[in-house]
């Protein structure tokens, strides 16, 4: 141990900057910082890709008692980044023959339906299970695009059932006990009915395809023709 | 009719002989098949920046090996995934192959079976064949992984895919006759 065990929050969103990963790790490690709760925050992505930084990584995890994974679903499971993430805590534990901590997760997804989470969350128990980690729980979001890699509170009124679920969680936490069922429940909940999300969303790609002055060409199969330069 | 393995197992991973077993099946059966062993491909992982939907739809805009790899996997007939079970998902070799195959979806959103889904940009998807190693069989990682291989069949959409999973002691040529059936019952003997 190099410092204060608490909760790491391992971030593996792909992108490089800001993302809804981070602004859900962000605001559910200020609440628990105003319960007395320590925390730490790693992005994943750029510690798996550098071989040198792999000493960091394990010294994140060795230092922390909880580990909070928070991740968007990329094709029904976790993104490559997070995948290589548990696959080298995994075996960094088996042979440190590492004590146990505890494990909660946080998905979150393009879709509106939260439950296009549950594959994801069903692999993170099973991480649990194989690196002697006791599991704590997890949070399925559908409908994450909402947050537009904003800060919680500036993300508008959408966002406030997540944020009510995390501050349950944090209160939890705080108090030593797991993520509580009535928060999973929250968390859940559509943020608004779906097809409104699917005609918005649709509209958003649209619209940015258009800027982008490839509106027409949005159906294109270009591996049914030969590649363009 | 063409077969392509996607090879995501690390070196020390149990099943190194299935693939060798099924391509050899398959071509004895006049297949023509090609193989990738995933960890010896440079492919860099999805940027989530959706270019291959709003900048240039249907390709990637990174170039690397992935753009030759999702090419075969898309224009085959049959895609043999391999991959040790990792904690019930795939490894990250092919974790990350897979995370580049999203320009096979279209930017839109439909109502299918209940959930929302990406259509598919393609008419015509391969068959798919999920081979997941295993150290030590275990009932809840295979049950997790049965799980992925069905949803990730929601969105891709093949005409038909099959899952069998393989521990030190299972007979390569076994998963090799299961994965011509596959082939024979979509595209006939």
Known sequence: ?229 | MRAVVLNGLRERDVGQAISDEVRSCLEHAGWITEEFILRDHKVAPCVEDFGCWIRKPGQCLIKDDAQEITRAFLTCDLVVFLTPVTFGGYSSELKKVLDRSICFALPYFEETGGETHHPTRYDRMPAMFYVGTETTPDDNAESVFRELVRRNALNMRPPAYRVSFVSADTDAARVAEEVLALANEEYGS
């Not at chain 1, 537009?148 to 500036?154: F, V």
């Not at chain 1, 209160?171 to 779906?194: C, H, K, Q, S, T």
């Not at chain 1, 699917?198 to 294109?220: E, I």
Request: glycine share 8%.
């Open chain 1, 1 to 229: 141990m190099t410092g204060t065990p608490g909760i790491l929050f391992a971030v593996g969103s792909q992108k490089p900057a800001a993302s809804n990963s981070r602004s859900l790790a962000d605001y559910l490690a200020e609440k628990l910082r105003q319960r007395g709760v320590p925390s730490k925050q790693i992005h994943i992505l750029p510690l798996v890709r550098a071989e040198e930084r792999r000493n960091e990584l394990f010294a994140a995890v060795d230092d922390a008692d909880f580990l909070f994974l928070v991740f968007p679903l990329f094709v029904d499971s976790q993104p490559w980044s997070v995948v290589r993430f548990t696959e080298l805590v995994a075996a960094h534990r088996r042979s440190a023959n590492a004590g146990p901590m505890r494990l909660a997760a946080l998905v979150n997804s393009g879709f509106p339906e939260a439950r296009h989470n549950h594959t994801a969350l069903a692999i993170c128990r099973q991480f649990a299970v194989e690196s002697n980690m006791r599991w704590a729980g997890g949070l399925a979001l559908g409908s994450g695009a909402v947050i537009g890699g904003k800060p919680l509170p500036e993300a508008g009124r959408t966002v406030r059932p997540v944020m009510k679920a995390l501050d349950m969680v944090a209160d939890a936490l705080a108090d030593g006990r797991d993520i509580p069922a009535e928060a999973i429940a929250l968390m859940a909940r559509p943020l608004m009915p779906n097809w409104i999300y699917r005609n918005v969303a649709t509209l958003g790609f649209w619209w940015t395809a258009r800027k982008n002055g490839v509106s027409g060409k949005l159906r294109a199969c270009p591996f049914s023709s030969p590649v363009e330069p």
